[in-house]
């Protein structure tokens, strides 16, 4: 009994000091916290999203989710071969390029109007807290920090760890000037030594101008929050781009729902939308969109033009690697009105206002 205990105090112990961590981050206090209060979207002591959205679907459990997280036997979950991409050299880049590239799942750089815009970026290798433990695929990671020019505004849609990295943001402090994300999610930066008064933190549906040529607006998205224990105790969100002949959506994480047809109606038509398309599964399919979500959220959206995202990188769910991919394409195809995807390579440029750009399906053949 007294040996029993022991080990249960120092479990205890080790896993208080491992929490202590900064990667954690801190929780909202202050003026801050006054603000998130004054939220409509926070109620009941937590964030809430538009509409009741339970962490699992009706039938299933918490239990029973994690052991088939851990045991059951996925086909090509992680692939075998090296994921394929394309190094391009983001410092050569003319400022007044308009592009997008991707550093897969749902990170990605982007120059509009002769500003650079880095969005959930993730370059450690990992999207978990512990070490080792949800390592990115074999190919994946051909960027650094150090590949990267000075970016004016690094946006972070949500504060999960394959969203916001920890050892990322860390790098990234010399070379970012302003920082965009939802309310309460500014702590984290706060914290880890960034000036307060280069964070703006925001509600949904409000609008940041940032100069003559470029605006954000903020706009709902259908998800949760927290790196500890403690849940929606910040904001999610998704930004919708905005030039003054240009809209994209960047989405972020979000399961399906009636916003994106209140967000196509209020800022659409877009050129292009990003949407969340990868680690779904039917058990969390009210935070993940499915792949038939995705056809009926780009439509919603108004959409010209989307890149399903959220896939590539990391195995967060219990699908085979490329199943989004596949399943997206395929689903888009067989559709009424087929809008044009974007599927780029890690690396690939995607130029912005190219409606004729072409793709490759380039995880045909990757094992």
Excluded at 225 to 245: A, I, M, P, Y
Aim: aromatic share 14%; charged share 25%; net charge negative.
């Amino acid at each position: 009994m007294i040996t029993f205990l022991i080990l249960l105090i120092l479990i205890v112990f080790i896993a208080y000091n491992f929490l202590q961590h900064p990667k954690f981050g801190k929780a909202p206090s202050g003026e801050r916290l006054t603000a998130i209060q004054n939220s409509p979207q926070y109620k009941n002591e937590k964030f809430e999203n538009q509409h009741f959205t339970p962490d699992l679907a009706e039938g299933a459990s918490f239990a029973g989710v994690l052991f088939e997280f851990f045991f059951k036997k996925v086909d090509r979950k992680i692939p075998v071969d090296l994921i394929p991409s394309v190094k391009t050299n983001l410092h050569e880049l003319p400022i007044y390029q308009d592009i997008l590239v991707w550093f897969g799942h749902s990170s990605y750089f982007i120059q509009l109007e002769g500003k650079r815009f880095l969005i959930d970026p993730v370059f450690s290798g990992n999207a978990s807290p512990i070490p080792g433990t949800t390592k990115s695929f074999k190919g994946s990671d051909i960027y650094t920090v150090d590949d990267l020019p000075e970016i004016d505004y690094l946006l972070i849609t949500h504060d999960h760890y394959d969203h916001l990295d920890y050892e990322t943001i860390l790098k990234l402090k010399p070379k970012t000037k302003k920082i965009i994300t939802a309310l309460g999610v500014g702590s984290h930066f706060e914290f880890w030594g960034f000036p307060p008064e280069n964070i703006i933190e925001k509600d949904w549906y409000s609008t940041i101008v940032l100069d003559e040529n470029l605006t954000i607006h903020t706009a709902p998205s259908r998800h949760f929050s927290g790196r500890s224990f403690k849940r929606c105790n910040t904001l999610w969100t998704s930004f919708v781009l905005e030039t003054k002949d240009f809209k994209m959506y960047l989405g972020g994480d979000s399961g399906y729902d009636s916003h994106f047809a209140e967000i196509g109606e209020k800022y659409g038509p877009f050129d292009i939308a990003l949407i969340d398309n990868g680690q779904y599964n039917e058990k969390w399919k009210y935070i993940h969109n499915m792949p038939d979500d995705v056809i009926k959220a780009m439509k919603d959206l108004k959409a010209k033009r989307v890149f399903p995202v959220h896939s590539s990188k990391f195995a967060l769910s219990l699908h085979s690697w490329d199943e989004p991919l596949i399943r997206v394409t395929e689903l888009n195809s067989l559709s009424d009105n087929p809008i044009s995807l974007i599927t780029p390579m890690i690396g690939e440029i995607v130029e912005l206002k190219n409606e004729n750009q072409k793709f490759k399906q380039w995880w045909k053949g990757v094992r």
